[in-house]
């Protein structure tokens, strides 16, 4: 079946220092959609891209799509301490809108 | 407010022991998802439902049941819980296919002794 993968598992960084995290699936995807969450919580959409090499950003963070649509990143630029969370990648593969495979996810620690 | 909420928040039962999460939402969503959450192994989808009466396996479907008689309410049925579903569940909706943004419920912390 279908798998996406993220990497880094985990990052830690200083506050100030930029931060990614890379998405990959097996398949190719109708779209991507990127979800944070905070420790303790529920996951929160953050955004949605669709067409093959779409490129997206809101404020700090950027979020590309790739070219053959099978992988995906977020750049966080200037980390501040409210980046914290773990933040996942999603995606339906193509032709089947109904299910969504989540990648495991990428942690994001900042120190102040 | 528009939201999801699942019922109870946290439970604590025995193997074999019966037991039903319940979610409701009140956006008038006609795709409603099931999913549990392990650590390092991200949220892995159980159960989804694209309306009402009509649902389908996704991941991780072993061990559980879901019905949608009604469009605003998705229960998740564990008819004999092991410990091994021990998990973090979340529910969650939208629109009509998760292309659209998904909204999710606060999650609800099982526990199976």
């Known amino acids: 079946g279908q798998q996406v993968m993220q990497i880094p598992q985990y990052q830690h960084v200083q506050e100030g220092e930029d931060f990614t995290t890379y998405c990959n699936s097996s398949?190719?995807?109708?779209?991507i959609q990127w979800y944070k969450q905070r420790p303790g919580g529920h996951p929160v959409f953050l955004i949605q891209?669709?067409?093959?090499?779409e490129v997206k950003k809101q404020k700090r963070l950027t979020f590309q799509f790739g070219e053959a649509k099978k992988n995906s990143s977020l750049h966080i630029t200037a980390t501040q301490t409210t980046d914290v969370g773990t933040y996942f990648c999603?995606?339906?593969?193509?032709?089947?809108?109904?299910?969504?495979?989540f990648g495991k996810g990428t942690l994001l620690t900042v120190n102040p | 407010e528009a939201q999801v909420t699942q019922n109870p928040r946290y439970l604590i039962t025995v193997t074999g022991k019966k037991l039903t999460v319940t979610c409701s939402q009140n956006?008038?969503?006609?795709?409603m998802s099931w999913y549990r959450q392990d650590p390092g192994l991200g949220l892995r989808q159980i159960y989804y439902?694209?309306?009402?009466?009509?649902?389908d396996k996704g991941d991780v479907p072993e061990g559980y049941k879901v019905s949608r008689k009604e469009k605003r309410n998705f229960p998740l049925i564990l008819e004999s819980p092991s410990p091994n579903q021990t998990s973090l569940y979340f529910c969650?909706?939208?629109?009509?296919?998760?292309?659209?943004?998904?909204?999710f419920g606060p999650g609800t912390r099982l526990t199976v002794l």
């Open positions: 439902s694209m309306n009402v009466e009509v649902t």
């Open positions: 969650a909706s939208t629109i009509s296919n998760p292309t659209d943004t998904q909204y």
């Open positions: 999603a995606g339906p593969p193509l032709g089947s809108n109904y299910k969504l495979t």
């Open positions: 398949t190719t995807l109708s779209n």
């Open positions: 891209l669709v067409k093959s090499g």
């Open positions: 956006m008038n969503h006609e795709y």
